[in-house]
């Protein structure tokens, strides 16, 4: 029975003030409201705090009750979240907890304004950073030092990817926090993903510093020594220990310690027995060398034998004493080494950069002065070129190429580019004598990040060694020539054992090098690259063609993903073909804004395609005119198996339009394989649409279910005999397969009673993408199909 109670705020009902009772006592009755039955458990629910509706999830889930539908409130009445329109969210309360936290972190949001946000038992950080498995850092670095180590030990065992959006220099302590957050969250933790994105004037520290402790160097400071470093170097002397020594049980004494004499007597021998070995097996030791700007990269580059990704020890000079690597480790020729920077080097900046490199380093280099002082360090012990001495040497010696009769991988502008760039210029590049080598990412995206040829070099030479990336992803840094020494490093490290790079993403505004061209390096150097992917606005080539004009001979590889966007000048379509042919596994292929000198080049790699690449999934045409490839387009339909096909501004219909359609939808009827057919933006206009509801008719065999019609010129009244014929379609008993219609960028404003009709009509069958797109701010864009 339920009582009536008025309250100033409305009526409650008994059980309602009983569930707030104990929403609010949920401290002593947490064990008690885990044990009730589902009909009383699922009304207490919406009731709790965000605390212990995280809490009481398992005990939910086993009496069959979902809390997702009280996130998903939590998302949009707190954090102002919409569902997203393309992305699924799998778990609403994972979604949560993440934004919650970063909102925490950056000061956005204030726990004390909501009482769902607030319990004194609970630290808002700690409990939700157990679900942030992607961090960002934006700005200043805010919220770096909010970390505290209870919330930095949750986010190891929880980040995946680390992100940093729009970062501006910080003060020094935040620095300091970030290098020891990067530290235990990459060499420590589980990140495999670093992302920079939208940096457009990089501070030259942090940007090393990011990216050597992505690459797995890190330089130990004795004064202030990472605690869990000094745990596995532990582990691992004790485990080497007892490798070489195989009587160091019956040394043990009767209750299994050893004591400190005996240790000490250990570790001496087994310390000049290590040093034995590493005269033998000097590549045991790992260092990051320059780039070798003398070596040509046809050349065979030193192996480094690795037996593991993870670390490499170093050998050390006594405390007190500056780390170095041992005199037998790998290092560069004679000819390559790079002098240490001189305190007049440092305050010259850069003639191509605003912001100079040695001059932002030098002040960098006093602001860590600083910061030893304030952590007890004497000024005795602190140099101002500490920072120099394990993070840059400058080469101040002219290099010159005395290679010949050799043929670069990177042709005559790779062999030209890198002499003409370099000259006598100062070049900041990372040496880490005295790091030691942990873990390292197997991903990195540099997006919106401008690399200047300083900051360049610096990337190359972690590039060259970096044995663990996977993935590279590098768009829009204005590399220009700096491309080349980009490529000289993809090189290098091409010939290391143990090289693992699958996936390489380019992209920019201008390049220096033929984009096939660049492609054919690429593939040369890596054949088993899984994804390739290349898109450039603007060639800057030089003005003499190709001596020869043969096409490059691509050596057979294994790519699944080739996504191409040409700038817009004529391609060598031998070089396309020859691509295509060497590229049998191909399951994705997209080629963009690409121009052919004659309509027959094009037709030839329509056939190629169709010859060759028979195990295609996905295909996708964009910005590119085939109305006089209508036949090679439909052999390609009926000969492959593919499962998403789009062609979008391709003047697919321009010609032909109503005989060649009618034939596209026979082809289509007959294919059982294809789910997904984009055609945005190729004046279908409504007789086309009209015509393509044939495809769900009974007769077909046709399993598309995603329909992409956007940019069609497509009117109200033909939206509505479109919906209309699917309609009687579905009355005949006929199951209609078609999911998802987008409709965007359409001509249904000249009409809307009619486009509504069409749209109530068409959202009872499937769901529908439209917009109140304003037709009337656009160009016509072809009158005879308006």
């Known amino acids: ?19 707030r009772a ?8 947490e064990p008690e409201v885990w044990e009730l039955p589902s009909v009383i458990l699922q009304d207490i629910l919406p009731f709790l705090n965000i605390y212990y509706l995280d809490r009481i999830e398992t005990a939910a889930v086993k009496k069959g009750l979902s809390t997702q539908s009280i996130w998903r409130k ?16 799998t778990c609403w309360r994972k979604k949560f907890l993440e934004v919650f936290f970063h909102h925490v972190l950056r000061g956005i949001l204030d726990v004390s304004c909501d009482r769902r946000l607030m319990d004194q038992r609970f630290t808002p950080l700690i409990h939700s950073s157990q679900y942030v498995t992607e961090l960002t850092i934006c700005n200043k670095l805010q919220g ?23 970062l501006r220099t910080p003060d ?24 920079l994105l939208s940096w457009p004037a990089p501070d030259a520290y942090i940007l090393v510093l990011i990216l050597s402790i992505s690459a797995g160097f890190w330089v130990e400071h004795h004064r202030n020594p990472c605690r869990f470093c000094d745990i596995e170097t532990q582990t691992e002397r004790d485990k080497l220990l007892r490798e070489k020594n195989p009587l160091l049980d019956s040394l043990v004494p009767c209750d299994g310690i050893l004591d400190e004499q005996d240790e000490e007597e250990i570790v001496d021998q087994y310390s000049i027995e290590y040093k034995k070995g590493q005269e033998e097996t000097p590549s045991a030791l790992l260092t990051l060398q320059p780039l070798n700007l003398d070596q040509r990269p046809w050349d065979e580059p030193p192996k480094m034998h690795r037996k593991s990704h993870c670390k490499a020890t170093v050998t050390s000079k006594p405390h007190g004493s500056r780390n170095s690597i041992s005199k037998n480790a790998t290092r560069p020729d004679a000819s390559t080494k790079l002098p240490r920077v001189t305190s007049e080097q440092c305050k010259q900046p850069s003639p191509n950069s605003p912001k100079g490199l040695p001059a932002d380093l030098t002040k960098k280099n006093t602001s860590a002065t600083h910061y030893a002082n304030s952590s007890g360090v004497e000024n005795s012990d602190v140099e101002a070129e500490d920072l120099y001495d394990f993070i840059f040497t400058v080469a101040n010696e002219k290099k010159t190429r005395t290679s010949t009769g050799n043929k670069s991988l990177l042709g005559e502008k790779g062999a030209l580019g890198l002499h003409g760039l370099l000259g006598e210029r100062c070049l900041g590049v990372p040496f880490f004598d005295s790091s030691r080598r942990f873990r ?11 690399l200047t040829l300083e900051y360049c070099h610096i990337l190359c030479n972690l590039l060259s060694t970096w044995v663990t990336l996977e993935k590279l992803t590098m768009a829009y840094n204005d590399l220009g020539s700096n491309i080349f020494p980009v490529m000289e490093a993809l090189v290098s490290l091409s010939h290391l054992d143990g090289c693992c790079l699958r996936t390489v993403s380019l992209s920019d505004f201008t390049v220096n090098i033929p984009t096939l061209e660049l492609a054919h390096n690429l593939l040369t150097a890596f054949p088993s690259l899984h994804v390739l992917s290349l898109s450039f606005d603007l060639e800057n080539l030089p003005e003499k063609p190709r001596l020869d004009g043969s096409a490059f001979e691509f050596p057979e590889n294994q790519l699944e993903q080739l996504d191409i966007r040409f700038p817009r000048e004529p391609l060598h379509t031998g070089d396309l073909l020859s691509l295509l042919r060497a590229s049998r596994n ?39 005119f085939l109305a006089d490839c209508q036949d090679e387009i439909l052999l390609l339909l009926q000969k492959s198996h593919l499962e998403d096909v789009k062609f979008s501004f391709c003047h697919l219909f321009e010609r032909r339009a109503v005989e060649f359609l009618s034939e596209m939808v026979y082809t289509l009827k007959r294919n059982s394989t294809l789910k997904t057919l984009k055609l945005c933006g190729n004046r279908l ?30 009117k109200s009244d033909g939206l509505l005999k479109f919906a209309k014929k699917l309609e009687d379609s579905q009355q005949r008993g006929v199951r209609l397969k078609l999911m998802l219609l987008s409709l965007s960028q359409n001509l249904l404003d000249r009409d809307p009673m009619t486009a509504q009709e069409a749209l109530r009509l068409l959202n009872g069958m499937c769901s529908v993408i439209s917009d109140k797109w304003d037709s009337s701010h656009a160009f016509s864009d072809h009158v005879s199909a308006m």
């Not at 935040?174 to 589980?190: A, F, N, V, Y």
């Not at 390292?440 to 401008?450: D, E, F, R, T």
């Not at 028979?614 to 910005?623: I, M, N, P, Q, V």
Request: proline fraction near 3%; charged fraction near 20%; charge should be negative.
């Open 685 to 714: 206009g409504n007789d086309g649409l009209i015509l393509l509801a044939d495809i769900f008719a009974d007769d077909s065999l046709s399993r598309v279910h995603c329909l992409d019609v956007s940019s069609n010129c497509i």
């Open 586 to 624: 191909l399951c994705e292929f997209s080629l963009d804004n690409a121009t052919f000198s004659s309509f027959e080049e094009l037709k030839h790699a329509l056939q190629t395609l169709t010859e060759f690449n028979t195990t295609l999934k996905r295909l996708s045409f964009h910005d590119m």
């Open 1 to 19: 029975m339920e009582l009536e109670v008025q309250e100033a705020e409305g009526s409650c009902t008994l059980v309602s003030l009983c569930v």
């Open 22 to 29: 104990v929403s609010e006592n949920m401290e002593r009755l």
């Open 440 to 450: 390292s990412i197997s991903a990195l995206n540099l997006h919106n990040v401008p």
């Open 172 to 195: 020094l302590a935040r620095q300091q926090s970030l290098q020891s957050l990067l530290h235990r969250l990459i060499h420590h933790g589980d990140v495999s993903k670093v992302a």
């Open 144 to 166: 770096v030092l909010e970390l505290t180590p209870p919330v930095v030990e949750t986010l190891v065992h929880s980040v995946r990817t680390l992100k940093f959006l729009h």
């Open 74 to 89: 939590l998302c949009k009445d707190v954090m102002k979240l919409k569902p997203p329109k393309f992305e699924t969210v």
